[in-house]
């Protein structure tokens, strides 16, 4: 059974500071995606990484994909209170089949 | 752009009370997909739905659980008799999956089901 997790669960950073959220998973896949929640709100699609060494950046966003190590990144640069929401990978599995959603990351920016 | 639409946003319902959640897929997607986020806590997949029938289930989907497209725009989620571990916002995806896509799954805005 795929596992998606993600670290951290809960992230409290300063604006203007830099972090990365981390999504590791159990099986092989070539389809990872990053959604943002606001709370009561429905899943944003952020990025759709298709392949190894998948690159995607939007405003202070940046995903990647290493699908060797099953790995996939978000790194949030000179952080904005306006990014404050939980962050979710989820994983492909392929076929008809289900994405896996991480745990999430709930990220709070201090102005 | 096209969306994903779901009614209603809010049911509130009484145990053991049946219910209907209604999603309106894109119009050119053919597989469908249901999922439960109960508050706090991590996105679930229920089923997913192609060709008509059920392709893969979760544990979460027991038989109380049940989907349906009566027609060729509406994909239902019912659940038979609702019990207060019920409570959660359900969301409808779709995708077309067809060569050249992302794959990628387009989520409906939710229902939030309150079960009393």
């Known amino acids: 059974e795929l596992k998606v997790e993600q670290n951290p669960l809960f992230l409290s950073m300063q604006e203007g500071k830099n972090y990365t959220i981390y999504c590791n998973y159990s099986t092989t896949s070539d389809r990872l995606y990053w959604y943002r929640q606001d709370p009561g709100k429905s899943l944003e699609s952020l990025f759709v990484?298709?392949?190894?060494?998948a690159v995607k950046q939007e405003g202070r966003l940046m995903a990647s994909l290493d699908t060797k190590a099953r790995l996939s990144t978000l790194h949030i640069t000179a952080a904005v209170h306006d990014l404050s929401a939980t962050y979710f990978c989820a994983v492909d599995s392929g076929g008809y089949q289900k994405v896996t959603f991480g745990t999430g990351t709930k990220l709070q920016v201090i102005p | 752009e096209p969306e994903v639409t779901q009614t209603p946003s809010h049911q509130v319902t009484q145990m053991g009370q049946e219910v209907i959640l209604r999603c309106v897929p894109i119009s050119n997607h053919l597989y469908f997909y249901w999922y439960r986020q109960i508050l706090g806590q991590k996105v679930e997949f229920l089923v997913s739905?192609?060709?008509?029938?059920?392709?893969?289930k979760s544990e979460i989907f027991d038989d109380q659980f049940s989907v349906e497209r009566p027609d060729g725009s509406n994909f239902t989620l019912k659940i038979r008799s609702t019990k207060l571990e019920d409570s959660a916002m359900y969301f409808c995806a779709s995708t077309d999956r067809t060569s050249g896509s992302s794959y990628e799954q387009y989520f409906g805005p939710g229902t939030r089901l309150t079960v009393t």
């Open positions: 990484l298709l392949s190894n060494g």
């Open positions: 739905f192609y060709n008509n029938e059920i392709s893969e």
